[in-house]
Nanobody, 120 residues
Framework: QVQLVDSGGGLVQPGGSLRLSCAAS????????MGWYRQAPGKQRELVAT???????NYANSVKGRFTISRDNDKNTIDLQMNSLKPEDTAVYYC??????????????WGQGTQVTVSS
């Protein structure tokens, strides 16, 4: 089994910063793309940022220039540095990983989610 554990959420004022972390553990052969998604109340889950094992990144237009995703392949971890936070960034943030659990079997996993609230 594979687990993704995400952490680092909290309450922050507009303009502030937070750093989210996600650690993958368990039966892992290798991990391809990892990323962060978010879901605000009453809305669908949406992509925030992704990063491949080679370090290529992709960001939602709404977070470009404010958020930075990074990855440590040796530790199977990703981080999301969030700066200049806005109230519309308020959501539950979920880590996601595209995992080869064996040489032939590929599965997709989600973290449990961490709440980010941006409010004065």
């Amino acid at each position: 089994q594979v687990q993704l554990v995400d952490s680092g959420g909290g309450l922050v004022q507009p303009g502030g910063s937070l750093r989210l972390s996600c650690a993958a553990s368990g039966s892992i052969f290798t991990i391809y793309t990892m990323g962060w998604y978010r879901q605000a109340p009453g809305k669908q889950r949406e992509l925030v940022a992704t990063i491949t094992s080679g370090g290529s990144t992709n960001y939602a237009n709404s977070v470009k220039g404010r958020f930075t995703i990074s990855r440590d392949n040796d530790k199977n971890t990703i981080d999301l540095q969030m700066n200049s936070l806005k109230p519309e960034d308020t959501a539950v943030y979920y880590c996601n990983g595209d995992v080869m659990v064996t040489r032939w079997e590929r599965r997709n996993y989600w973290g449990q989610g961490t709440q980010v609230t941006v409010s004065s």
